[in-house]
């Protein structure tokens, strides 16, 4: 089973279009009402010279975040999800969380894992190659000629 940070990454990394697409295909029903947000605002990037540096601020960057609860009358009701995605869609951010909501449900967390993650995993490696190969197509190797002075 996919852990949760796994599993938001894929979601955040997404289109909205492909995810809506995706989720409306699993046919999971579930009612929810937001318990905070959705709201947009900005995050501090931090990063490291070769990734073993100290830390510094790189600078900022849109956010917006989002929390719902599933409906308590449901028999599956109750649970608490979030989401997060750069940008300013709160669609986007509002789907992630009620991903993340149903996935707290066993029996849901294997299909949403199978369905609908592990595609969208794959279609995410599939596009880096394609760009990958893209870019490496494009590629100049310079080199230095010795001159016979």
Do not use: Y
Not at 43 to 50: E, T
Not at 111 to 125: M, Y
Not at 129 to 144: G, I
């Amino acid at each position: 089973m996919m852990t949760p940070e796994q599993r938001h990454r894929i979601l955040a990394l997404t289109p909205l279009e492909r995810l809506n697409e995706g989720w409306l295909k699993l046919g999971i029903k579930a009612t929810h009402r937001c318990v905070r947000g959705p709201e947009t605002g900005m995050v501090m990037v931090r990063g490291r010279i070769g990734g073993t540096g100290n830390a510094f601020n790189l600078g900022e960057m849109t956010l917006t975040r989002v929390s719902v609860v599933l409906d308590e009358n449901a028999p599956d009701g109750g649970d608490i999800g979030h989401g997060w995605v750069a940008g300013r869609s709160r669609e986007h951010a509002e789907l992630i969380a009620l991903i993340d909501a149903c996935a707290h449900k066993a029996h849901w967390a294997r299909r949403i894992d199978a369905e609908l993650i592990e595609p969208l995993t794959q279609a995410l490696a599939d596009e880096r190659v394609e760009r990958s190969q893209l870019a490496a197509a494009t590629r100049v190797d310079f080199f230095t000629m010795v001159r016979g002075e």
